[in-house]
T-cell receptor
Framework: KAGVTQTPRYLIKTRGQQVTLSCSPI?????VSWYQQTPGQGLQFLFE???????NKGNFPGRFSGRQFSNSRSEMNVSTLELGDSALYLC???????????????FGPGTRLTVT | QKEVEQDPGPLSVPEGAIVSLNCTYS??????FMWYRQYSRKGPELLMY????GNKEDGRFTAQVDKSSKYISLFIRDSQPSDSATYLC???????????FGKGNQVVVIP
């Protein structure tokens, strides 16, 4: 099976712009979670989508949003970019309990966002 | 206090040594415990997944969970240079897919 894929792998944006990142989960996985990884804070949970609905949300401002499509692919959007948004954004998919899975999550390679 | 504490100090060991990593946590609701390995410029790779207290072994890797002490460990036996990576502990209370992560330990195995 193909793993989690994320596009683009690298992005450079300017403060104030917005950005959209994309994630395709492992086939059959309906749960997609997003995390932000920075050297200072480590990996922090952004939000989770399941069956096109946001199921959980972390402690991030409203500038961070996401959505999930009927094929389970997910996008996250960051508006009004700030320098502090520079990070590795990771997407993880899992075979949800509803589908006979567990809490194991499988990560993609990430999108490295640099805000200048 | 952070939910998950992992001393982020780097660890250098000679090839063949045992690597010992650990995390402590404060949220007694955590029931599912994971260890991930992350190579530079890659996403985290799931190494071990355990539920509740006890030991789990997979090849050269052993994960231990002591819920009474809120303490989890990962041991790597016969370490290889290819084990050089950052190791992250992660945990979940269940009921949702939100993982709380430690900050990670960078491990270097010297040939």
């Amino acid at each position: 099976k193909a793993g989690v894929t994320q596009t683009p792998r690298y992005l450079i944006k300017t403060r104030g712009q917005q950005v959209t990142l994309s994630c395709s989960p492992i086939s059959g996985h309906r749960s997609v979670s997003w995390y932000q990884q920075t050297p200072g804070q480590g990996l922090q949970f952004l939000f989770e989508y399941f069956s096109e609905t946001q199921r959980n949300k972390g402690n991030f401002p409203g500038r961070f949003s996401g959505r999930q499509f009927s094929n389970s692919r997910s996008e996250m959007n960051v508006s009004t970019l700030e320098l502090g948004d520079s990070a590795l954004y990771l997407c993880a998919s899992s075979l949800d309990l509803w589908d006979g899975g567990s809490y194991e999550q499988y990560f993609g390679p990430g999108t490295r966002l640099t805000v200048t | 206090q952070k939910e998950v504490e992992q001393d982020p100090g780097p660890l250098s060991v000679p090839e063949g040594a045992i690597v010992s990593l650990n995390c402590t946590y404060s949220n007694s609701a955590f029931q599912y415990f994971m260890w991930y390995r992350q190579y530079s410029r890659k996403g985290p790779e799931l190494l071990m997944y355990t539920y509740s207290s006890g030991n789990k072994e997979d090849g050269r890797f052993t994960a231990q969970v002591d819920k009474s002490s809120k303490y989890i460990s990962l041991f790597i036996r016969d370490s290889q240079p290819s084990d050089s990576a950052t190791y992250l502990c992660a945990m979940s209370a269940g009921g949702n897919n939100r993982l709380a992560f430690g900050k990670g330990n960078q491990v270097v195995v010297i040939p």
